[in-house]
C-alpha cells in the first residue's frame, strides 16, 4: 500500500514565507528502511525513524499549482530498501529543514544497490518567487536510461580484467588438472582402519565409504 501526505509543517513553512515575500528552499530528501501506511502517522514521523540514506535535489519547479522535484539517492554499500522518502524544506534563516511532502510503500522491491533517481509533483500552490527553480527539467523519452553519473558509479562494484588477471587466480582447466577434487579425495585414500577381534580382521576404508578393503589376519 502507497501512502503519500504533505505535512501541515512544511505548508506552514511555505505560506509564511509566501505572506512574508520571503523565499524557502527545498533543501534534501531523507528515507527510511521502515513504511508506514497511515497518512497521519507518516506525517509526524520523529528523526530517527529515517534512518536511510539522504538524496540530493536535482530539479525544482514551481508554478502552475504544483511543486516539481526530482530526487537523487546514491548507493549504498548494503543495497538499503527504499521503503519511504520525505522531501524537507528549510525557512530563510532557519537552521533546521522539516519534511514537507512523505511518500511510503511497504511493497516496493527498490533497493540502493545502484543510484536512484525519482520525480514527484506535490500539489501545492506555491510559486517561483517563495520557492526558486532548480537545476532543468528531464527530457520527455529518457526515464528508461541511465546517466553517465549514474554508470560510472555502479562500475566502482566491478573488478577489471586486469585487476582480476593481477590477483594469482587459477582458471578451472588449470584447477582440474593441477588438484584433486573433493570426492575424489575422500573416496581413492584409505582413511580410516578398525580390527574386528572376534574374527580377527582388519578393515580399511576410505573417508566417504565408498571404498573398503577386508584383510583376514588368520
Known sequence: MKVSVITNRGVGIVRSAANRHEKC??????????????????????GEWWDGATGSITMVRAGNGSL???????????????????????????????????????NTAIALN??????????????????????????PGLEDYYTKSEIDADLENYYTKE???????CTEAEVNVNHYTKSEID????ANASYNNATNTLTLSSKDGSKQIDLDLS
Request: negative net charge; glycine residues 8%; proline residues 5%.
Open 25 to 46: 528552499e527545498i533543501v534534501d530528501a531523507i528515507s527510511s528502511t521502515h513504511f508506514e501506511n497511515t497518512a497521519n502517522e507518516l506525517a509526524t514521523k520523529s
Open 68 to 106: 516539481k522535484v526530482s530526487v537523487s539517492f546514491p548507493a549504498t554499500s548494503y543495497a538499503q530498501p527504499l521503503k519511504s522518502i520525505g522531501i524537507r524544506v528549510k525557512a530563510q534563516g532557519d537552521e533546521r529543514a522539516h519534511v514537507l511532502y512523505a511518500v511510503s510503500d511497504g
Open 114 to 139: 545502484r543510484p536512484y533517481t525519482c520525480d514527484y509533483e506535490i500539489p501545492i500552490n506555491v510559486s517561483s518567487d517563495t520557492i526558486e527553480d532548480v537545476g532543468s527539467e528531464p527530457v
Open 163 to 169: 585487476e582480476v588477471d593481477n590477483k594469482g587466480y
Open 187 to 190: 573416496g581413492g585414500y584409505i
